[in-house]
């Protein structure tokens, strides 16, 4: 396809920071899967008006404005970023964005988003920021390399919407943490609004390519709040329909192969599973190795194997380039994955999420499997 960013040269207009600005009309949260049945239904989030209005007061008092997200960004981190630094940048504020992976690249899916020139290399990321904001990360650690410019920074406004970023974490000065949102993407839409800048095409496709990755493609968050913010976004003028493509319906040849080998030797246990059953199987180092296969291809496995009608939960390992495991972890509805892989020191949503293991995918499982109770 034709780089959708060639139909996003315009230059944006260049507004100076307005006052507080009015929430877009129907900006009550959508809910998340993770959310229980009801959360966010009401117009007001957990985020109170003294907190938002803080937070546009430090953007707007701030002479750089640092920008992070978590490692091995996904459409919602990346594009949560990169939504709010062109907003920032168009009006003419000083930004500067990055994550901090030791090999830091933008993985290729998202290579489409707009706005990658904002982007630095950790090592040229303020080592104190003045004001800083993260966005998509439930802890500090998941900031990788930047986790100290975090912990330097005089304000850190923390925008996130896993259930278990808890006050308890003690992560940021200003919370924009909200678990029924359906996307941090939506956060962002609502901080940009109330800065009083405009949602122009490129800022409206980063946001939503969060909003797509995050509710896989309006599967997993229905919500009318969350098809009424795709209605805005989309009508910017963005290419939703390259954007899906590229996210969704794009491999290269040796992902068919390494997925083969994933689902040939994928396990259901028990194996006629009726209540509670999982299923899991795992992706090395080698596997991917065998085609050049780098690790961010790889994780849409568990997109397919979720699909199991036997199974409750779904669980992909998936050895890095390091030789740690990154485990992804998805469930129906019935077991809270998230409790489960926040015991084994990750994070997440009740209906997904995920933790590193430096044991084999059987042992690793085995410590899951008793975890993974309703
Ligand atoms: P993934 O399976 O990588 O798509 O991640 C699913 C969810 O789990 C995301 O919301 C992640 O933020 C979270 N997650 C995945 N891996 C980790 C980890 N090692 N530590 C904390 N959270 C994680
Ligand atoms: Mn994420
Ligand atoms: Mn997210």
């Known amino acids: 396809m034709t780089a959708p960013t060639n139909t996003w040269a315009a230059t944006p207009p260049e507004p100076a920071l307005g006052p ?41 008092a701030a002479d750089e404005v640092a920008l992070a997200c978590h490692v091995s ?39 489409f988003l707009p706005g990658q020139d904002l982007l630095v290399e950790p090592a040229r990321f303020p080592a104190a920021p003045g004001l800083m904001l993260t966005f998509d990360a439930a ?21 996130d919407h896993h259930a278990s970023n808890g006050a308890d974490t003690g992560f940021g000065t200003l919370r924009l943490v909200d678990p029924s949102a359906a996307a941090t993407t939506v956060l962002t839409e609502e901080l940009i609004t109330r800065l009083g800048l405009p949602v122009t095409e490129e800022i409206a496709a980063c946001l939503y390519t969060g909003l797509v990755t995050d509710t896989g493609s309006f599967r997993y968050a229905t919500t009318p709040a969350v098809h009424a913010m795709a209605g805005r976004l989309v009508a ?18 040796g992902y068919l192969k390494v997925l083969a080998a994933a689902l ?72 809270d994955v998230g409790r489960a892989c926040t015991a084994l020191g990750g994070g997440g949503h009740a209906r997904a999420a995920g933790f590193t293991s430096h044991l084999p995918p059987a042992e690793t499982v085995a410590m899951l499997r008793p975890l993974l109770t309703p």
């Open 20 to 60: 507080v600005g009015v929430p877009p009309a129907g900006a009550g949260r959508p809910g998340h899967p993770a959310a229980g049945a009801g959360a966010g239904a009401g117009a007001a989030g957990p985020i109170d008006e003294a907190t938002w209005r803080r937070v546009v007061s430090a953007i707007e």
């Open 73 to 111: 960004p996904d459409g919602d981190a990346l594009g949560s970023m990169l939504a709010l630094g062109l907003a920032l940048r168009a009006a003419g504020r000083r930004v500067v964005a990055s994550f901090g992976d030791r090999r830091f690249a933008v993985p290729r899916l998202l290579r």
């Open 139 to 159: 802890t500090v650690e998941r900031l990788g390399l930047l986790a100290e410019s975090a912990r330097n920074a005089r304000e850190l406004v923390v925008v």
């Open 236 to 253: 910017t003028g963005l290419p939703a329909d390259e954007i899906s493509r590229e996210l969704w319906e794009s491999s290269p040849f």
């Open 264 to 335: 040939g030797r994928a396990v259901l246990e028990p194996a006629a599973a009726q209540a509670h059953g999982l299923v899991w199987t795992y992706v090395s180092r080698e596997d991917r190795a065998a085609f050049a296969l780098p690790y961010e291809e790889v994780e849409g496995v568990i997109d397919v194997v979720r699909r199991a009608d036997e199974a409750d939960v779904a669980v992909v390992l998936k050895e890095d380039d390091d030789g740690a495991w990154q485990v992804s972890a998805r469930s129906k509805g019935a077991i």
